[in-house]
């Protein structure tokens, strides 16, 4: 979805509603400082104190940006806080005055990972050749691009940004740390293809090839005149360095740096970087006992992962890029979907995530299921978080269970409380959250994850230049199922899937029956309606996980002493046997990166 964030034409915003007659003006300081955050936020000058804030078109997203500009105005104010009271009359009730001390904590150049980086490294630290979590965007653009003011803008906005002067390391160091470089250069490569063949391709399949550097900022870039009027623009960098929140903000700059330097201005002013130390302070100090607490009783009684009939088995040679099929959902239903949403006071986001629980649910025999949800983690009690550059995003499991008599109203509110309370939690480490549930170590917990993208589009104003293409490919994901969704004007739905594990027929069957069990949803039909009406015709059946052997047999080959010595001393266990599962014997993503560095060694 990420190429709809990035059209320089796109019309601009409607005009704002006329004042309606009932609207209810604000009383007191609070509200005048959330109303003025709502109204720009939402794009609208027609809102009164009395208005719902998701009836008026507010969401997860959205909701992060209020509390941002509420924080900044002066107010403690939390998204939890605008999701318990939706009106401005009932938040400014609830909110108070911010302390104007906010603990820094020295910025030094090494850091710890934060939890879905550690998982993202442990995958380049296991084979650095593949391509998982690279990033690669190719943006063409016709007119007259002035390459070297592009180049020098690369510059200007990676001195900015301590993400984009990142590296990472786990040799010979007790856990894997990133490292901030103070004097780094955006890595900008220029070519000149005039008169030649276009050779855009082989240059994406070979830096795809080639992987990204271990000892500097994972990070290349590629500008590429191909004929006079003709540009490309090629992005790669490691998925651990930036989330999508991140992307709009780091091209924003871009391209507002680079106009400066295109009409030979001074440089415009930016607002000031928001230090990533601030943040890993906070994850540093969280309450793990109450996080512990909370997954305890989230997922403590849940015991077998959801079985997927259309995913087969893992294979010893995962493909090298994934399968794709691509829905728009059609403009009635998308608004209807909105529209339901915004009645039952909860998001479209919800919505859809409940909806993929409903197709994993199957046949009507599994009524409890857990899949993947990717969160922005940008909710956390720290100033400025909708402004920093990096990756806060992670990838935590959503359990939807279904009871008989609910309507479809009653079910997402229900959905709509649960998200909410997981959303405290968000920044937990996978692995530590699987510790907390009954399924058996070895076994993963989903096999499916699902990410909702409402970040709005980016609009920049380009003189001489027209954006024609805006290419994305994410690599490998590690999951044979990745259900991508990005609201905008549309709602754009796409299936990543493994095709060593899922056939291209079963993919395109699951996208239908997910848009035709959609439609159901808005129809009037009850997800105890729904549960073994609607499903998916496949036909791979998923083979189940074999029981783990005894762990009693002890090494046998040289390479095996020696995978059973790193295993033992890194793990704290007097023995390892060569059946021992890693994660059952208190492994974790750090730990592994360890074993592999050393073992390489």
Known sequence: PYPTLFRSALPAPGAAAAARPDRVEPRTPAEHVLLAAWRTVLCRDDIGVQDNFFEAGGDSVLAVRVVAKARRAGLALSVAALFQHQTIAELGTAVSVASTDVAETAVSGTRELTPLQAGMVLHAVADPTAADYLEQFVFTFEGALDHDAMAEAWHVVTARHDALRTSFHWRDRPFPVQMVHTDAQAPVHCHDWRGTDNQLADLIKAERRQGLPTDQPPQRIHLIRAVDTTHHLVWLFHHALLDGWSLPIVLGELFTVYRALAAHRDLPELPVPVPPARY??????????????????????????????????????????????????????????????????????????????????????????????????????????????????????????????????????????????????????????????????????????VVFDSIGPARWNLPDLVLTDADHDHGRSGYPLVLDIADRDTIDVLLFTDPTRVSDVDAADLLTAYRDLLTALTTGATPADLLGAITADVSVPRTTIPALAAPSTAPRTAAEQTLATIWADVLGMPHIGVHDDFVAAGGDSILAMQIVARARD
């Open 280 to 449: 890993l302070a906070w994850l540093a100090g969280r309450d793990r006992a109450a996080e512990a607490e909370f997954w305890r009783t989230a997922l403590g009684d849940f015991a077998e992962p959801t079985p997927i009939p259309a995913v087969g088995p893992p294979t010893d040679d995962p493909a090298s890029a994934p399968h794709t099929e691509r829905l728009t959902l059609p403009a009635d239903l998308a608004t209807a979907l909105r529209d339901f949403a915004r009645r039952e006071h909860g998001t479209l986001g919800v919505l859809l995530l409940g909806a993929w629980g409903l197709l994993l649910a199957g046949d009507g025999d599994g009524a409890d299921v857990v899949f993947g949800t990717t969160r922005s983690g940008r909710s956390a009690d720290v100033p400025d978080l909708d402004r920093m550059v990096g990756m806060l995003m992670n990838t935590l499991p959503t359990r939807v269970r279904f009871r008989p008599d609910e309507s479809a109203g009653d079910w997402l509110r229900r959905l709509q409380s649960e998200h909410l309370a997981a959303g405290q939690y968000e920044h937990s480490v996978l692995g530590d959250v699987q510790r907390h549930c009954a399924v058996p170590a070895g076994q993963p917990l989903f096999d499916s994850i």
